[in-house]
C-alpha cells in the first residue's frame, strides 16, 4: 500500500498467482490481514468450467482464498461460524475482469484534450487504476507504467529505429506488445517499402522471438499472416471500443481462435472501462461480420475478458486458469442478484445460461464490491482509496482544469 504525497489517492497493485514474472514483479502487493478469516457469506460463486452457480461462503486469510465452503457442508460451515463475516446477501460472485491493453495517460489525454505534465502522470495513472477498480477491471496493464514494451506507429520507424528497439527488447526481457495491423493503409505501406507483409517484416527483425510478444489488434491479418505469428508465442489483444472510434474493421476473432491462440480483451485508449459493453460490443461485431449467431458464444467472450494474456503455460484450459479457487489470492467481484437459483445449473425464461444473462443482462453499474488480495477496493460505488470525498470523474475534472491552468499561466 502506498499514498501519493499531496493528492489523496492510494495506490492498489493487486496479484495473481501463477502469472508471467512480469505481472509477479510489476504487481507487488502487502498482507492485510494478520491471521483473522474473513468469511464473504452467501455468495453465488459462478464456476467459469461448468456453468454452474454455486451457494457457497468465501473464506479469506491473508490475501488468499483460504477456502471456498459449499453451503451442502454443514460441518465446514459450522467450523468457521465465528469468522469476521461480511454479508453477501447471495450476490452473485465471478472472477475480476482483465485489462490486457490500457494506456491510462493516453486515454486521459484523448478524453480531455490535453497533455499531461510529466508530474502529474502518476496521478493520472492511480486515478485511471481506481477507475476501473470501481468497474470490477482489478488486473491491469497500463502501458503508460512501463509494464511492458510498446512497438507503435511500425510505419513511421525506420529500420535503425526498429533494430535498436528490438535490441532493447531482447534486452530487458520485457514484455513486447505490438499495435500493428490495424488498417490497410498501414499494411500497404510496409509492403511497399519492404516488399514483403508486414508479419513477415517482423519475423525477420526478430520481434517474434521476444519473450512471448503480444499484437494488439491485428485486425487486418489474413491466415497467411496469422500462420507466421502461429509459429511462435504470440498472443493477441482486441480493443473494441477504440476500434469502433477509428472506424476499424474487427478483429477476426474466429480466425485467431482456428489458430490457437489466446485473446485478451483491453481498453486501449479509451478513458471510460465497462468490460459488460466490450464484450456485447464484440459479440454484435462478429455475429454480423459473419452472419452466423452461433460463430462465436458469450462464454467465449467472458473468458476472454477474465484471462488477458499471462495464463499459465500449464497444460489446462483457459477457463481453469481463470476460475476462483483455493489458494489463489482473493481477487474477485460482487455483482447485484440476477434472480439466480440458490444454486446448481442456471435457469431462465430469458436467458439460456449464467454467460449470456452476465453478458447481456448486466453493466458495470451493478457492480456491489471488488475485492482485491481480500481487501475491498470499492463497495457501492465508493472507493476507499480516495480520500479527498470527490468520484474519481470529480476528481479527473479536477485535473485536466489544472492542467489547462497550466498552459494559460506559460
Not at 21 to 36: W, Y
Not at 382 to 400: D, F, P, V, W
Amino acid at each position: 500500500m502506498q499514498k501519493t504525497k499531496d493528492n489523496n489517492l492510494i495506490v492498489f497493485k493487486p496479484k495473481r498467482q501463477n502469472f508471467h514474472e512480469l505481472e509477479e514483479k510489476t504487481r507487488a502487493g502487502i498482507t492485510v490481514f494478520s491471521g483473522q478469516i474473513f468469511a464473504y457469506r452467501n455468495c453465488r460463486l459462478v464456476d467459469v468450467q461448468s456453468g454452474n452457480v454455486l451457494l457457497c461462503d468465501i473464506l479469506v486469510k491473508d490475501e488468499k482464498i483460504f477456502k471456498i465452503v459449499l453451503h451442502d457442508d454443514e460441518t465446514s460451515r459450522e467450523q468457521f461460524s465465528d469468522c469476521e463475516c461480511i454479508d453477501c446477501r447471495f450476490c452473485l460472485v465471478i472472477p475480476p475482469f482483465y485489462n490486457a491493453f490500457y494506456d491510462s495517460v493516453k486515454a486521459f489525454e484523448k478524453s480531455f484534450d490535453v497533455r499531461v505534465d510529466e508530474d502529474l502522470k502518476p496521478l493520472v495513472q492511480d486515478l485511471m487504476g481506481l477507475q476501473c477498480s470501481l468497474k470490477g477491471v482489478i488486473y491491469v496493464n497500463d502501458i503508460s507504467k512501463g509494464e511492458g514494451l510498446l512497438l507503435d506507429n511500425f510505419v513511421e520507424q525506420s529500420e535503425q529505429q526498429l533494430g535498436e528497439f528490438c535490441n532493447l527488447a531482447a534486452k530487458t526481457g520485457e514484455k513486447l506488445f505490438m499495435k500493428v495491423g490495424q488498417d490497410l493503409q498501414e499494411l500497404g505501406a510496409v509492403d511497399k517499402q519492404y516488399k514483403k507483409p508486414l508479419a513477415y517484416v517482423l519475423e525477420d527483425f526478430g520481434f517474434l522471438d521476444r519473450n512471448s510478444p503480444v499484437v494488439v489488434g491485428g485486425n487486418c491479418f489474413e491466415k497467411d499472416d496469422l500462420q507466421i505469428f502461429a509459429n511462435y508465442d504470440t498472443s493477441f489483444v482486441v480493443c473494441p471500443s477504440e476500434d469502433a472510434r477509428f472506424g476499424r474493421r474487427p478483429t477476426n476473432l474466429i480466425s485467431l481462435k482456428n489458430h490457437g491462440f489466446d485473446v485478451g480483451l483491453g481498453s486501449g485508449y479509451a478513458f471510460e472501462v465497462d468490460f459488460f459493453a466490450l464484450m456485447r460490443q464484440i459479440l454484435q461485431a462478429q455475429r454480423g461480420m459473419f452472419e452466423d449467431e452461433e460463430c462465436i458464444c458469450e462464454k467465449d467472450v467472458f473468458v476472454m475478458a477474465l484471462a488477458g494474456v499471462y495464463r499459465s503455460r500449464e497444460q489446462c484450459s483457459m477457463e481453469e486458469v481463470v476460475s476462483l479457487k483455493e489458494g489463489d489470492f482473493a481477487n474477485f467481484v460482487l455483482l447485484s442478484d440476477i434472480g439466480l437459483p440458490a444454486k446448481g445449473v442456471y435457469e431462465s425464461d430469458l436467458y439460456s445460461n449464467i454467460f449470456k444473462a452476465l453478458v447481456w443482462g448486466k453493466s458495470s453499474d451493478d457492480i456491489l464490491m471488488s475485492v482485491g488480495n481480500g481487501r475491498i477496493l470499492q463497495k457501492g460505488g465508493l472507493c476507499q482509496s480516495l480520500t479527498s470525498g470527490l468520484t474519481y470523474e470529480e476528481m479527473a475534472i479536477k485535473i485536466a482544469e489544472e492542467i489547462k491552468l497550466r498552459r494559460k499561466q506559460k
